[in-house]
């Protein structure tokens, strides 16, 4: 390692470090049937708390194409999504969803960082219909 790198391989080695922090997360947020927020379990919910925001952190295509009833398209591959989520209140009881449950625990890490304190990751939009009960409509 060079010293003129020491920089560029500092914010690699935090880049690498933030990655796999998140594949962590990723798999303790799926190896428990647990929603650690409310104290409910996932299979039993079946609806929402009253005030509860769903978020949908798909594109606008795919929200487009079929998205929950009732829920928010805030795109998490956005550039401004930090931005777009920093204008909701942070303690307010948030449902997050994606296609699959890859961006969705992504979404949920990042609005953790951000001082949100009761956000649920519902996994894919499958597994979130199942858990809200909300119905798949289009637009």
Known sequence: MRVGHNGAMAARIVRVLLLMLTGLFVVV?????????TGQSGAAAGSLAPGTVVIDVRT????????????RNIDVSSPTFVEMISTLPTDDPYVVYCRTGNRSAQAVAIMR??????????????????????QVQSE
């Open 113 to 134: 960082s951000q001082g949100f304190t009761d956000v649920t990751d519902a996994g894919g939009i499958d597994e979130a219909q199942a858990s809200t009960g909300l």
């Open 60 to 71: 606008p295509e795919e929200y487009a194409a079929g998205h929950l009833q009732g829920a």
């Open 29 to 37: 947020a799926c190896g428990t049937s647990d929603d650690t927020s």
